[in-house]
């Protein structure tokens, strides 16, 4: 009978047991009169009670249990699936897409402008790098959003005065060989912004493509890394040629 509300099968055997029986009865004779295996006789008897449609009692240590009148049972289930109407009238449904699509854009305005429009709409986490002159324009806006409750991290190419707690500055050696124009951006880990500058004008891609967001999560931490790394033993680094000649070659 059950079984037309959604219940299973051994559910509906119990209850129409105890629904039938004018008197409580205890477990194991519930299971002789439904038919329901013994290993499954409590479990299905906890479901029903946890779905309220039994009481219990104890009479010389022993549980026993009956079943809500039916008419009540009825009204019960009626209510709720009216409930569940209601509920599913009023809610809202939405597809939500991830676009793997790897977009470019050219020109440092439509950049810059993109990037702040990212940085506005983070709602967990931001992670940034790039030149200090670069990242000054978006360096109010970054210490709103950490004021906001945002994660900002950054980590700049150059001297920085900022109030944010999560900042790694690394000051460029002349003999820096690969430390070119570079912006990196991260939103709330989902979607990143790399832009850099090629015969002089400034070109880059955004995307939300997971493999690519992750690569360059980890590439991010791995300049952080290096930058912490190179500060804290740096005289102990220059005193090795051939550890400062690779650290001279890495981008940052």
């Known amino acids: 009978m059950l079984q037309k509300f959604g219940f299973t099968q051994y559910e509906s055997q119990v209850f129409e ?20 295996p013994k290993s499954k006789v409590y479990e299905v008897l906890n479901r029903l009670m946890d779905k309220g449609l ?4 104890f009479t010389n240590r022993k549980k026993l249990y009956t079943a809500l009148p039916l008419d009540t049972t009825i009204k019960k ?18 597809m939500t897409t991830n676009d793997d699509r790897v977009w470019t854009i050219q020109n440092a305005e439509a950049i810059s402008s993109l990037s702040q429009d990212l940085v506005e709409r983070a709602e967990s986490s931001i992670h940034i790098s790039g030149w200090s002159d ?12 950490q004021l906001e409750g945002i ?10 005065s900022t109030r944010l707690s999560d900042a790694h500055i ?10 070119e124009r570079h912006q990196l951006l991260i939103i709330d880990g989902k979607e990143i912004v790399l832009a850099g500058v090629e015969h002089d004008e400034w070109q880059g891609i955004q995307t939300q493509s997971s493999p690519l967001v992750k690569f360059f999560t980890e590439f991010f ?12 033993y740096e005289d102990t680094l220059k005193k090795d040629e ?7 070659k890495l981008r940052y």
């Open 151 to 160: 994660t900002v991290e950054l980590l700049s190419v150059g001297e920085m």
């Open 170 to 179: 690394l000051m460029p050696d002349q003999n820096h060989q690969a430390l």
């Open 221 to 232: 931490y791995h300049d952080v890394a290096l930058t912490e790394i190179t500060k804290k």
């Open 54 to 57: 039994l009481k219990t009692s």
């Open 242 to 248: 051939q550890i400062q000649s690779i650290l001279m």
């Open 134 to 145: 670069d990242l000054s324009r978006l360096l109010p806006l970054l210490e709103h959003k």
């Open 77 to 94: 289930l009626t209510a709720e699936f009216e409930a569940n109407v209601e509920e599913l009238k009023s809610k809202e449904y939405t």
């Open 17 to 36: 047991v105890l629904t039938a029986s004018e008197e409580p009865l205890d477990a194991t004779t519930v299971g002789k009169y439904s038919q329901v």
